[in-house]
């Protein structure tokens, strides 16, 4: 590597949590930055996500779909960047997104990069709206959940990036009525007054089963779960036959107070489709995809809300901020 930058500061794990995440348990430490192969980039992160997944990483667990995070090393995850030594192929000054986030600087292979063009979209929405996030909910609705015209729509944790885009998304897909969920009575209306959805339910107020019969008191054909627990229990016994279920993440399940599993008769008795994803089995969806967000961002028939925190310094708290509901939209942490 040529240039002046042989390290770089970086998140690491210092303490495995016992419950959940606090500040204290991470860190920032030098991390040496190894020597670029002709066919690698050195890249400046400009902007890291943070996301919920995480926090499945910092668990010993294997029900998860990446690796564990060990004690003592750098946590990574999506980021975006601007190559400082690039290839042939990705030359200097080039935006790349890749997984090499919570640190300043990355060495990666070039094939490991995605080249960003930004189309006059802020460079931020590349890791939000338009990037793995907006891609999960576009996937989730398309794929798992086969969005059909005229459809009624559940979306849980619905002022978080991936809900947020979901709602909308489901509108410009067909959806004729569009619920979503989020805590407290400011984001349940955020989800109205910001996102469009028709009903904002604050499931801190009353139970989310009560507040979505009164939603949809005809019933859903399709929820979108992020959250996993009383909100599925609520999914299921709104669904009308032949509802479908599309599985994004289950992040409330495995507490003291998960509901039982036998309302899983649900599914039998009204032939219940419900279906699992992992957003990177879907790559061939990725340019109809981008094409047809950056459409609508252009149009202005979406909105593409961010939490942005300064500084890598401030990542640890961006991301136990995210964890208890402290952002709107894409939680994100501007590095540099």
Wanted: with cysteine.
């Amino acid at each position: 590597m040529s240039g002046v930058v042989t390290a770089t500061r970086a998140v690491f794990l210092a303490e495995r949590p016992s419950g959940e995440p606090e500040a204290r348990h991470f860190d920032v430490r030098e991390l040496p930055l190894p020597e670029r192969a002709a066919d690698q980039l050195l890249v400046r992160n400009i902007f890291m996500s943070v996301d919920p997944s995480t926090r499945g990483r910092l668990g010993t667990s294997n029900m998860q779909y990446t690796t564990n995070i060990e004690v003592g090393s750098p946590l990574d995850g999506s980021a975006l960047g601007v190559v400082i030594e690039g290839t042939d192929e990705v030359p200097a000054g080039s935006y790349v997104r890749h997984r090499l986030g919570w640190r300043e600087h990355a060495v990666l292979d070039t094939a490991a990069a995605t080249v960003i063009a930004p189309r006059g979209i802020e460079l931020h929405h590349w890791l939000g709206i338009l990037g793995q996030t907006g891609f999960t909910a576009y996937c989730g609705l398309q794929r798992a959940g086969e969005i059909r015209t005229g459809d009624t729509v559940f979306v849980s944790a619905a002022a978080g990036a991936v809900g947020s885009a979901a709602g909308q998304f489901a509108r410009l897909l067909g959806a004729t009525r569009v619920i979503g969920s989020a805590g407290g009575p400011d984001k349940a209306a955020l989800l109205r007054d910001r996102f469009g959805f028709d009903v904002g339910i604050d499931y801190r107020a009353r139970p989310v089963g009560a507040a979505l019969r009164d939603a949809a008191p005809d019933g859903i054909d399709l929820y979108f779960d992020n959250v996993g627990g009383d909100h599925l229990v609520a999914a299921l016994s709104a669904l009308r036959q032949q509802g479908r279920v599309a599985l994004c993440g289950m992040i409330s399940n495995g507490g003291p107070d998960s509901p039982p599993l036998d309302r899983l008769i649900e599914v039998i008795l009204k032939r219940i489709t419900i279906k699992g994803f992992i957003v990177r089995d879907h790559e061939d969806l990725r340019s109809e995809f981008e094409d047809r967000v950056a459409g609508w961002l252009a149009a202005g028939d979406i909105v593409a809300e961010s939490t942005i925190h300064d500084g890598l310094d401030n990542a640890a708290d961006a991301f136990v901020s995210m964890l208890g509901g402290g952002n709107i939209g894409k939680m994100l942490v501007r590095v540099s």
